[in-house]
């Protein structure tokens, strides 16, 4: 059977251009790949075939057979034993090398190699968040190329779904449970090795922006951006507060923490990273979430009537607990906790950037 689909596949893709050369339809970036295109171009082969054949007889029929003026009525039609099983037994024959086939392929989708690199996946709207082994979290998706790796996914809230075109894997991340896949990517000498990752679920009002990359990196290169991923990570505890301190003078003599900046540019790294743009604005533009713009020391009136000062402590604990005090006319439940999601490193940027945004 294996070597009839081989077969198969090799005749569809003769039928057809291959996958990384025809425009309409992604490159083939991943392991997985070509044998889904091919299955696609065997259905699709078929289904062109068995159309232009029934629509083209029934109107050769209808043209030559109609009935004119004069002509008498036909009488009874009798069955072709022979004729009802062969146009009965070809397409049994077909839908059941298209399910085993399928099935096949797709018991490979969802069966990860003992070998594969985990990185854990959080959906939110509208924005994505990886989680890698060595504890670092990012609004992109690095991998390493020739490499089965394995993604551990949930959502923070609502249906999301998984999508790489290039790859061919897609998988729904839902809310309160998880869902796996797992790919291997290909690394590509002499074009672009970064493709789209979309939502392809409708999940809310900027579903159409939650939109991240995947960047598929050399063995070599995956090591050195991960060594180089979190530069916050990368100070040792006991030069932190030399950082607090004197950040430039500090930066100026640790240059091998690569892509170290400033509190405030690194808070506005974060602001990106972790899906805060999604909700707070940083001109004043009212949408989910306040705008950070000049809210900094300002006077805040909380849905109960209380009134609050936007300093240090307030921003922390709109982190890691944003339904503790809400903002008058903002509605509540809008925004998940951090807790666990976010260092205290990185809540110091956070509140440096909006410092940097200005003060009422």
């Known amino acids: 059977m ?10 569809s893709a003769r039928l057809l251009a291959q996958g990384s050369d025809r425009g309409w339809m992604p490159k ?17 082969v ?16 209808i043209i030559r057979y109609h009935r004119r003026e004069g002509d008498p009525m036909p009488g009874g039609v009798t069955h072709n034993m022979p004729l009802e099983l062969l146009w009965s037994g070809i397409p049994v024959v077909l839908v059941c090398i298209m399910f085993w086939w399928g099935f ?16 854990s ?44 075109p290039e790859f061919r894997v897609k998988m729904d991340v839902i809310p309160g449970r ?7 990517a290909l690394y590509d000498d002499e074009g672009s090795n970064e493709y789209p990752l979309i939502c392809a679920e409708y999940c809310g009002t900027d579903h159409s922006s939650m939109i991240t990359k995947v960047v598929v990196h050399t063995d070599d290169g995956f090591v050195d951006w991960l060594a180089n991923a979190d530069p916050l990570a990368a100070i040792p505890e006991e030069l932190w507060p030399e950082y607090e301190k004197d950040p430039d003078k500090f930066i100026k003599d640790h240059p091998e923490i690569k892509g170290l900046k400033t509190p405030a540019l690194m808070g506005q790294k974060l602001y990106k990273r972790k899906g805060c743009s999604q909700c707070h604005s940083i001109d004043g533009t009212r ?3 306040p705008s950070f713009l000049g809210i900094y020391g300002k006077q805040e009136e909380m849905e109960d009537g209380t009134t609050v000062t936007v300093d240090a402590n307030y921003i922390e604990e709109s982190i890691l607990n944003p339904n503790a005090k809400v903002v008058k006319t903002y509605p509540r439940g809008q925004m998940n906790s951090y807790q666990g999601r976010i260092t205290d490193r990185e809540i110091a940027m956070l509140i440096e950037y909006i410092k940097s945004l200005g003060q009422k």
């Open 2 to 11: 294996n070597a009839l689909l081989g077969q198969i596949g090799l005749l």
């Open 28 to 44: 083939q970036r991943s392991t997985i790949a070509p044998e889904v295109d091919a299955i696609f171009d065997f259905i699709l």
């Open 46 to 61: 078929v289904s062109v075939f068995f159309f232009l054949l029934i629509v083209g007889a029934a109107l050769y029929f």
């Open 104 to 119: 096949k392929v797709f018991v490979d989708m969802r069966t990860p190699p003992d070998n594969a690199y985990e990185i």
């Open 121 to 164: 996946v959080r959906a939110q709207q509208w924005s994505w968040e990886f989680w890698y082994p060595n504890g670092i979290s990012y609004d992109e998706l690095h991998v390493p190329a020739n490499q089965p790796v394995k993604l551990v996914m949930t959502s923070e809230d609502v249906l999301h779904s998984f999508y790489v």
């Open 178 to 184: 998880y869902t796996t896949t797992w790919f291997e």
């Open 287 to 289: 949408v989910t979430g």
